[in-house]
């Protein structure tokens, strides 16, 4: 129980981190952070993010943006949340929601198809 309220507020709080601008790292600007998995001691966070494009230079910019950042994430959500140890925070792109877009796309193609 207590490793999904960590979870929940990690995401409610790197949430609220990007969509107030407290990090000014344009590569993140459009960052929709998905999940959040902290491993049972604490200590390490995996952060799934959606990005609006699907290029891939996107991708790896908002990558990139968060590794630059990642000390000052840690440090805002050390500051936010109550724990003994802040979690170091992996970055990693959820495809997901692409795929359930390029599902739905071609739900409509053969929807399409039916009725032609």
Do not use: W
């Not at 929709?32 to 390490?44: A, P, R, Y």
């Not at 996107?58 to 003994?84: K, N, T, Y």
């Amino acid at each position: 129980m207590r490793i999904e309220k960590v979870n929940s507020t990690i995401k409610r709080e790197l949430g609220m981190i990007l969509q107030y601008g407290e990090i000014s790292d344009p590569r993140i600007s459009f960052v929709t952070i998905m999940s959040v998995e902290t491993s049972k001691d604490l200590q390490h966070s995996k952060v799934k993010f959606s990005i609006l494009s699907d290029d891939p230079k996107d991708i790896e910019a908002a990558l990139a943006g968060f590794e630059s950042c990642r000390g000052h994430i840690r440090r805002l959500i050390g500051q936010r949340v109550e724990l003994r140890y802040t979690p170091q925070f992996q970055f990693i792109y959820d495809k997901s929601v692409k795929y359930a877009a390029d599902v739905d796309k071609t739900l409509e193609e053969i929807k399409k198809l039916k009725t032609a």
